[in-house]
């Protein structure tokens, strides 16, 4: 039996009814957090170019438009809200797979669900499926995979096909040719930080785009490749140096991938999300000011450097992915949140001197936990010679340190209302809480945003 007959098997058999409470609960925390990553996106410039295409393309009215409250074929919606939802750099990530599949399943399986008039238990069976399939073949082709390829755009194309699949009623038979289509669809290069450009927030757009159509095809009989995953010229060989296939299912259908999930505080990179940890906690218990500091030394894992190792970030999205910046910003703002990545603080003398002063280095001991780790060490050396040293292996907001429901919620509201009123986002939070009860999801969308 190929991996994708064996997928397609999973997928068709699970349901709502025989979920855990902590996986729909979990269900329901992804989905609350990808809206809000999704209206905090959906007044930036990216978000507003791909509104302008998808307002020009038209369509029917078939799917929600988080940016408008509007509605388009599902195809569009899907790429919109997969785009929007990435681009603030809060949305959830999973460690082993190293990947956002929030923003890469979720649109897909919201748009499949309007399309149809699917309910919210639908919803959740869609997105519980997705993620795991997702997370399956990521974890099969990471760390390697992840030097050329950005996860969410690539494995994230297979969790949208497998959610928008599930949620569409597929055979066992069209589920194996959605799939087989989704992969030879799945794309997305890191080559985009060289220019600070916005191809990265198009990923999961394209992931929920290009998923969502390999359903809709595989349900009008087309056809894809039934070996898309082990083939000798299939996704994984083709992007992978290093792989290990028995990581695709060995276990499935016993326990949950969602439930391995993190979620995002800080509005950056994960991968500097240890050290600013790190270094909240030392500045806040040792009183530290910038002026006291004479270095910091990140002691951290190779893809954490490579990707954010960049010492000079010139703009705010450059920042994001900047490690020097956010650590040195840890120490003035003592935060790094979405309001502290402003110009401000990107020109700010006291930052720009301590990203001087810090040295990124691997650590060989760190390195052999990641990816399932994702840890740090920070020393912070003052003026008066004293070394004041942090370590994490789990950031604030993995499973293993997770958010309160308090904090999910908080996050929410701080970054729905960039879009909401006040009103509609407790609106949604109520919803969400409820979500296996919703009858009819547009309705639950049809919200404007404020002003």
């Not at 929410?412 to 209302?417: G, H, S």
Request: with cysteine; hydrophobic share 40%.
């Amino acid at each position: 039996m190929t991996i994708s007959r064996q997928l397609s098997q999973y997928i068709l058999n699970v349901t709502f009814d025989d979920m855990p409470t902590t996986v729909v609960q979990a269900a329901k925390d992804v989905f609350l957090d990808w809206l809000g990553s999704a209206a905090a996106g959906a007044d930036k410039e990216p978000a507003q170019i791909m509104l302008s295409i998808v307002n020009e393309l038209g369509g029917n009215a078939q799917s929600t438009l988080i940016s408008t409250g509007e509605k388009t074929s599902g195809i569009m919606a899907a790429l919109l809200n997969g785009t929007i939802s990435h681009i603030v750099e809060l949305d959830d990530v999973h460690k082993a797979s190293i990947l956002h599949a929030g923003s890469a399943v979720i649109p897909a399986a919201l748009a499949a669900a309007e399309m149809i008039g699917a309910d919210g238990k639908r919803l959740i069976e869609g997105i519980v499926v997705g993620y795991e399939t997702a997370i399956r073949i990521g974890e099969a082709v990471t760390p390697a995979h992840y030097y050329y390829w950005h996860t969410t755009g690539t494995v994230g194309t297979f969790g949208a096909a497998a959610a928008a699949g599930k949620i569409l009623g597929l055979t066992k038979e069209q589920m194996v040719h959605c799939l087989g289509t989704a992969g030879t669809q799945a794309a997305g290069l890191w080559e985009f930080l060289a220019d600070g450009a916005m191809s990265k927030h198009m990923h999961p757009g394209k992931s929920c785009m290009n998923g969502l159509l390999a359903a809709l095809l595989a349900q009008k009989g087309f056809t894809g490749a039934t070996r898309i995953l082990e083939g000798e010229k299939g996704f994984v060989r083709a992007t992978a140096k290093e792989f290990d296939l028995a990581k695709i299912t060995t276990g499935l259908g016993h326990g949950y991938k969602i439930l391995e999930n993190s979620i995002k505080i800080h509005a950056s990179c994960r991968h500097t999300h240890h050290a600013i940890d790190i270094v909240l906690d030392l500045v806040q218990k040792h009183d530290l000011t910038p002026d006291q500091i004479e270095s910091i030394v990140v002691k951290t894992y190779p893809i954490a450097i490579d990707l954010t190792g960049n010492f000079q970030p010139d703009s705010l999205y450059a920042a994001k992915f900047s490690l020097p910046f956010c650590t040195a910003m840890a120490v003035k703002a003592q935060k790094a949140g979405i309001n502290e990545f402003n110009l401000d603080n990107l020109k700010d003398p006291i930052i720009c001197d301590l990203i001087s002063k810090i040295a990124l280095i691997e650590d060989p001991e760190i390195s052999a936990l990641y990816p399932e780790k994702w840890p740090a060490i920070v020393q912070i050396t003052d003026k008066g010679g004293r070394v004041l040293t942090g370590r994490t292996d789990y950031p604030r907001g993995d499973p293993e340190n997770p958010v309160t429901q308090e904090q999910l919620q908080q996050k929410f509201r701080q970054l729905a209302a960039l879009h909401y009123d006040l009103e509609t986002v407790e609106e949604l939070i109520q919803s969400i809480a409820e979500l296996e009860k919703v009858n009819n999801l547009s309705a639950m969308l049809d919200k404007r945003k404020k002003g």
